[in-house]
């Protein structure tokens, strides 16, 4: 059994900061990727950001130069520093991760977290 924990989230003025971390617990053998993705009421969910085990990054074109993607591998974190926030970032903010776990034989799957909510006001 995993889990993603996600915390962080909140209500900031426009231009404010926060930082989201998500953690991953239970039987996990190992952590390929992990992302945020978020969801806006009437919207799709949409991935906002990647960071793959070797620590490379990738980011939707409305977020780069805003939110930095890190993990510590160490510790199966992953978290979103989120700056220079806007209105339209408002969202509930997911946790993803492609865990492999520790059974025989070894497999793969995304699991998720609870979402966090990030409101932005203007």
């Known amino acids: 059994q995993v889990q993603l924990v996600e915390s962080g989230g909140g209500l900031v003025q426009a231009g404010g900061s926060l930082r989201l971390s998500c953690a991953a617990s239970?039987?996990?053998?190992?952590?390929?990727?992990m992302g945020w993705y978020r969801q806006a009421p009437g919207q799709q969910r949409e991935l906002v950001a990647t960071?793959?085990?070797?620590?490379?990054?990738d980011y939707i074109d409305s977020v780069k130069g805003r939110f930095t993607i890190s993990r510590d591998n160490a510790k199966n974190t992953v978290s979103l520093q989120i700056n220079s926030l806007k209105p339209e970032d408002t969202a509930v903010y997911y946790c993803?991760?492609?865990?492999?776990?520790?059974?025989?034989?070894?497999?793969?799957?995304?699991?998720w977290g609870q979402g966090t909510q990030v409101t932005v006001s203007s």
């Open positions: 239970g039987s996990i053998f190992s952590i390929n990727s």
């Open positions: 960071i793959i085990s070797d620590g490379r990054t």
């Open positions: 993803n991760a492609r865990i492999t776990t520790r059974s025989s034989p070894l497999r793969s799957s995304d699991y």
